[in-house]
């Protein structure tokens, strides 16, 4: 237990460094096998570890709660600026101007469709629901007709 939490500590400088040195994540991960588990316990633990990650990746902390909370609210823009307490109009602001939110928030609308895709494809397959297989024929199978 002691060595897996000196490697983890060791890494961890490391990728601190890197971060400081503005290298990009997707490097960090490739030349020091970090997981996303390893950046998630960093960042519940090292409070200067998680000012540095949002700062690396380009986001303030206001819009990672943002990004957490869309897919909980059923990626509903009004319920989601009232839970995290801001403006619409600033919602807005950060997905024209902030690239880095515009992508999360892709992610997370294509996360979305993946889960009704994956519910969809089960009331087809094993609950061998007609509806279900009639709606998707109509929707994904156009080219069949």
């Given at each position: 237990?002691?060595?897996?939490?000196?490697?983890?500590?060791?890494?961890?400088?490391?990728?601190?460094?890197?971060?400081?040195?503005?290298?990009?994540?997707?490097?960090?991960?490739?030349?020091?096998?970090?997981?996303?588990?390893?950046?998630?316990?960093?960042?519940?633990?090292?409070?200067?570890?998680?000012?540095?990650?949002?700062?690396?990746?380009?986001?303030?902390?206001?819009?990672?709660?943002?990004?957490?909370?869309?897919?909980?609210?059923?990626?509903?823009?009004?319920?989601?600026?009232?839970?995290?307490?801001?403006?619409?109009?600033?919602?807005?602001?950060?997905?024209?101007?902030?690239?880095?939110?515009?992508?999360?928030?892709?992610?997370?609308a294509e996360g979305m469709k993946d889960d009704v895709e994956?519910?969809?494809?089960?009331?087809?397959?094993?609950?061998?629901?007609?509806?279900?297989?009639?709606?998707?024929?109509?929707?994904?199978?156009?080219?069949?007709?």
């Amino acid at each position: 237990m002691k060595r897996t939490h000196k490697k983890l500590l060791k890494k961890h400088k490391s990728v601190l460094e890197m971060i400081n040195n503005h290298c990009d994540l997707y490097e960090i991960s490739d030349q020091f096998g970090v997981t996303e588990e390893d950046i998630k316990f960093w960042r519940k633990t090292i409070s200067e570890f998680d000012k540095l990650y949002l700062e690396a990746v380009g986001l303030t902390s206001i819009q990672e709660q943002f990004i957490e909370v869309f897919p909980k609210k059923l990626l509903n823009v009004s319920a989601t600026c009232k839970t995290v307490k801001i403006s619409r109009q600033t919602f807005y602001r950060w997905r024209d101007t902030c690239d880095t939110f515009s992508v999360f928030l892709h992610d997370a609308a294509e996360g979305m469709k993946d889960d009704v895709e994956t519910i969809l494809l089960q009331k087809i397959f094993i609950d061998r629901d007609l509806k279900a297989l009639f709606f998707f024929m109509k929707t994904k199978m156009r080219d069949r007709r």
